[in-house]
C-alpha cells in the first residue's frame, strides 16, 4: 500500500482497536468505522488470523486510510504485516527495530512507552508517535511531566481505559494529548455492527466536543 504523507490534522486522532476481530466481519465493522470518521484501524496480532484480516482491509480499502496491526512485538512480526501492505504498526512496547523497519517502509508507527527513555527512544528510531500504554500507569500527573520534557510536536495518543467522554478525555487533552487509542469500549468480539456504530458515535461526539 502506498502511504500518503502523514498529518495528525487531516485525520480523526483516534486509533480503533479492534481486538478480536475476525476475517469474515472485518470489513464490515471497519466499514462502520469509517462510516463515522475513523481513518486508523488497528487489528492486534492476537486477533483470529490477524494477518489475513489485515491483508482483507488493505485490499479493500486501498490507500485513503491507516490500516495495519496492532502488538507488533518482534522484528519478525512486523516484517509479516509490512508484506500484508499495510501501512500502520502500533506496538504494546518500545523495540527499536521493529519502529526502524516499520518507519523505513512507509508505516506510520506509533510505539507504546511509559518513560522518558522509552519516549526519546522512539522518536529517535522514526516513531510517528508515542502510545502511552497502559496511560494508567502514567496517569494525569506522569503524563504531565513526560509531556513537558518531550518536544512540543510529539504526537501523544494515551491508551487504555479512555470512555467515550468528555470527562475521560479532557484531562488528557488539556496536558497535550492529540488523541486517542480505543480499544474494548469501542469494540469488543461478538458486537453488532450498530453496536460498534452507536460506540464510535460517541467517541467522535465526545472527541468534537473537546
Not at 518500545?94 to 512507552?113: D, R, W
Not at 502510545?131 to 512540543?152: D, N, R, W
Request: charge should be negative; aromatic fraction near 8%.
Amino acid at each position: 500500500m502506498t502511504t500518503k504523507p502523514f498529518n495528525l490534522a487531516d485525520n480523526l486522532p483516534l486509533v480503533a482497536i479492534i481486538r478480536g476481530v475476525t476475517p469474515d466481519e472485518v470489513i464490515d465493522i471497519t466499514q462502520v468505522l469509517i462510516d463515522e470518521g475513523f481513518t486508523m484501524i488497528e487489528v492486534p496480532l492476537n486477533s483470529p488470523d490477524a494477518l489475513v484480516s489485515i491483508k482483507k482491509l488493505v485490499d479493500h480499502f486501498g490507500s485513503g486510510y491507516y490500516i495495519g496491526a496492532g502488538t507488533v512485538t518482534t522484528p519478525e512480526l512486523a516484517k509479516q504485516v509490512i508484506e500484508t501492505g499495510a501501512n500502520l504498526v502500533v506496538t504494546p512496547n518500545f523495540n527499536e527495530e521493529v519502529v526502524k523497519l516499520s518507519a523505513a517502509a512507509g508505516c506510520i508507527t506509533f510505539p507504546g512507552v511509559v518513560t522518558p527513555t522509552e519516549a526519546f527512544a522512539a522518536l529517535a528510531a522514526g516513531a510517528t508517535g508515542i502510545k502511552l500504554f497502559p496511560v494508567t500507569m502514567l496517569g494525569t500527573s506522569g503524563f504531565k511531566a513526560l509531556k513537558s520534557v518531550l518536544p512540543p510536536e510529539a504526537i501523544c495518543l494515551p491508551v487504555g481505559g479512555i470512555s467515550p467522554s468528555v470527562e475521560s478525555m479532557k484531562p488528557y487533552t488539556d496536558i497535550g494529548a492529540q488523541g486517542f487509542g480505543l480499544g474494548a469500549a469501542l469494540y469488543k468480539p461478538g458486537m453488532t455492527c450498530d453496536e460498534v456504530r452507536a460506540n464510535a458515535k460517541a467517541y467522535v461526539d465526545a472527541f468534537n466536543a473537546l
